[in-house]
């Protein structure tokens, strides 16, 4: 949904909205839509300024990093921004810390919907886990450790690492 903003009401915009991305458009890869984003969006002109405050809601399917098995994970996430003119994105040679969290608005329009989809991939975790505990999966066979304990002898000294060993030794 794009909002022209010489069209905003003076007391600002109520939207309450369903979302439909495809996957493709996640940073997080292999993460599956389970329903759509629902989004509670209120825009505000305040001088030169656009205030952006919302609230969504989904549910995604992800792969756990360490036992690739999938898993869902519930997202609700509150998001408050601020959107400044054009005219004020001077080129800069070097940016400042303040200069990070600004945005602008072009052409009097806003897309909510790339508002939206910005916010919901900054909150997917750098690492999905299942749990926080997950140990992951035998290095020897395979299986997730979680599910029960392999006969495998996963404890055995890389020869590789002898030589480390052998070195934290002597330094005791």
């Known amino acids: 949904m794009i909002i022209d903003l010489d069209r ?3 007391d600002g915009l109520n939207i ?13 890869e292999n993460t599956v839509f389970l329903e759509p984003v629902h989004a509670d969006i209120n825009v505000r002109l305040l001088g030169e300024e656009i205030f952006i405050t919302g609230r969504f809601t989904t549910c995604l399917s992800f792969v756990c990093s360490r036992c690739l098995s999938p898993f869902e ?11 400044l003119p054009e005219e004020l994105d001077m080129v800069k040679d070097q940016l400042d810390d303040e200069d990070m969290g600004q945005l602008f608005f072009y052409s009097q329009k806003i897309d909510l919907k790339d508002v939206v989809l910005e916010q919901l991939n900054l909150t997917f975790p ?15 066979c395979g299986k997730i450790i979680k599910e029960g304990d392999c006969s495998c002898a996963a404890h055995e000294l890389d020869p590789r690492l002898g030589k480390f060993k052998d070195f934290l030794r002597d330094k005791r």
Do not use: H, M, N, T
């Open 8 to 10: 905003l009401p003076e």
């Open 126 to 140: 750098v690492r999905p886990l299942c749990a926080k505990d997950c140990q992951g999966i035998c290095p020897v």
């Open 16 to 28: 309450s909205q369903d979302y439909e991305f495809f996957s493709s458009e996640l940073v997080e």
């Open 73 to 83: 994970l519930k997202v609700d996430s509150r998001f408050d921004l601020v959107y």
